[in-house]
């Protein structure tokens, strides 16, 4: 069912671009990942902040809305969701 896919745990990768290298970003991101209950390891890359996270699909696509709003130190102006399921 629906439920049991949301509840199900999935990967997902999060690129966000924007006005994104405030040092205080990675953290804000994991506190958070933490409160929704979602594994994540942050790093900056060349031009965006990724972020891998592991947990229900509907808490992943909250992290990346969560992501997108930001901290006041950072404005996103795109966000990429990768999701892939486990199986």
């Given amino acids: 069912t629906s439920t ?3 509840l199900a ?3 997902a990768t999060i690129s966000l671009f ?5 040092p205080d970003f ?3 991101i994991l506190r958070h990942a933490h409160k929704l209950g979602v594994r994540s390891a942050v790093r900056f890359a060349d031009n965006c902040v990724k972020v891998t996270a ?3 699909d509907v ?3 909250a992290l990346a809305l969560g992501c997108s709003l930001g901290p006041a130190t ?3 102006d795109r ?3 990768e999701l892939s399921r486990s199986v």
């Fill in 4 to 6: 049991d896919t949301n």
């Fill in 9 to 11: 745990s999935s990967h």
């Fill in 18 to 22: 924007g006005d994104v290298s405030a």
């Fill in 26 to 28: 990675p953290s804000w």
């Fill in 54 to 56: 592991t947990g229900p």
């Fill in 59 to 61: 808490m992943l696509e």
């Fill in 74 to 76: 950072v404005l996103v």
């Fill in 79 to 81: 966000v990429e969701f």
